[in-house]
């Protein structure tokens, strides 16, 4: 999820910088749990957002409305979510790199 100011559109690339994850377990019925953390971002070189370096910097409103929109999302697809804490950057960054081993090891 990228958090900014700017209207965007599709296609857009951001050059975003990773300021922590949202832990989450997710459970569509009759399926398992499994693992589907939210990584949290913001764009690298904007003037308004260059003072979130960390989700503890974002107002405790908006950690609740990112939740919140999670919950609602998950909804749609008939899944619970149960929310396991938040992250900063160093461990969303380690769940990113673990994510791109994972995924590299799927397509071989």
Known sequence: MII???????????????IGALLTVQRKKGKKKERNDRLIAVPAHSHIEKKVDHVRDLPPEARDELEKFFVATDELEDKTLKFEGWVGPKHALRLLKDSEKRFAQRIK
Do not use: F, N
Request: some cysteine.
């Open 4 to 18: 900014h100011e700017a209207a965007t559109s599709p296609g857009l690339i951001l050059r975003c910088q990773v």
